[in-house]
T-cell receptor, first 114, second 115 residues
Framework: DVKVTQSSRYLVKRTGEKVFLECVQD?????MFWYRQDPGLGLRLIYF???????EKGDIPEGYSVSREKKERFSLILESASTNQTSMYLC?????????????FGSGTRLTVV | DAKTTQPPSMDCAEGRAANLPCNHS???????VYWYRQIHSQGPQYIIH???NNETNEMASLIITEDRKSSTLILPHATLRDTAVYYC????????????????FGQGTILTVHP
C-alpha cells in the first residue's frame, strides 16, 4: 500500500513564524498535492507538483509556497503564519503511470496559529 | 471540471445496502466520476471511479446512468466503520491518460450507519 506520511499530526505556531509542513510518500509517485480543509469550505487545493522542482498553484496559493527537491518529499511553507491559516492540512500523491489511479492522502496536520 | 450535487446527509442501518446518489448533469464526455470518503480525523480515501460502465471493487459498486448525468455509489453491506463523509467528484484525465489533474472536492454526503 502507498503510504503518505505527514511529519506532524498537531502543530501550534505563533503569528509571524515561518512554518514548514513536510510530506513524504514511499511509492515513487510523480504527483503530490497540498490541500487545506476547513469546516463549511471543504478541501481546497493550495499547490501541486507533478515532478521534482516543478510546482503549480492551486485555488488558494496566497500566503504559501512549496518545495519539491526530491521525488518523495513535498514541503508546504507558510512564510509568515497568520491566524487565518489555522486549518487541517492534507497531503496527497498519485501516479502518472497508472491512468485513472486514485489519490492517496496522508492523515493530515492540524495547524493552529496563535 | 463539472460540478456535482449530493444530499448533505443520509442514514443507513448496519448490514443493509447504502446507496449514495450524485448528480453531475453537466458532465462532459471525457470526465470520469470518482468517489472518495473521509472518516473523521483522517485523510480522504479513494473508493472507486468510472467513466460510463458500472464498476465494482472490494469496497463498493458504482452505477452510472446511461446519460451519465448521475451516479450511485453502493456499499452492499454497510458497517459502523462506513460512517464517513462521501465525496463524488468528476474530473478530466489529462492528455494521454495521466492523472495528475487536481481533484475538486464539494461538501459531500455525511453517511451515518446505525446499529
Amino acid at each position: 500500500d502507498v503510504k503518505v506520511t505527514q511529519s506532524s499530526r498537531y502543530l501550534v505556531k505563533r503569528t509571524g513564524e515561518k512554518v514548514f509542513l513536510e510530506c513524504v510518500q514511499d511509492m515513487d509517485h510523480e504527483n503530490m498535492f497540498w490541500y487545506r480543509q476547513d469546516p463549511g469550505l471543504g478541501l481546497r487545493l493550495i499547490y501541486f507538483s507533478y515532478d521534482v522542482k516543478m510546482k503549480e498553484k492551486g485555488d488558494i496559493p496566497e500566503g504559501y509556497s512549496v518545495s519539491r527537491e526530491k521525488k518523495e518529499r513535498f514541503s508546504l511553507i507558510l512564510e509568515s503564519a497568520s491566524t487565518n491559516q489555522t486549518s487541517m492540512y492534507l497531503c496527497a500523491s498519485s501516479s502518472t503511470g497508472v491512468p485513472g489511479a486514485g489519490y492517496t492522502f496522508g492523515s493530515g496536520t492540524r495547524l493552529t496559529v496563535v | 471540471d463539472a460540478k456535482t450535487t449530493q444530499p448533505p446527509s443520509m442514514d443507513c442501518a448496519e448490514g443493509r445496502a447504502a446507496n449514495l446518489p450524485c448528480n453531475h448533469s453537466t458532465i462532459s464526455g471525457n470526465e470520469y466520476v470518482y468517489w472518495y470518503r473521509q472518516i473523521h480525523s483522517q485523510g480522504p480515501q479513494y473508493i472507486i471511479h468510472g467513466l460510463k460502465n458500472n464498476e465494482t471493487n472490494e469496497m463498493a459498486s458504482l452505477i452510472i446512468t446511461e446519460d451519465r448525468k448521475s451516479s450511485t455509489l453502493i456499499l452492499p453491506h454497510a458497517t459502523l466503520r462506513d460512517t464517513a463523509v462521501y465525496y463524488c467528484i468528476v474530473r478530466v484525465l489529462s492528455a494521454g491518460g495521466t492523472s495528475y489533474g487536481k481533484l475538486t472536492f464539494g461538501q459531500g454526503t455525511i453517511l451515518t450507519v446505525h446499529p
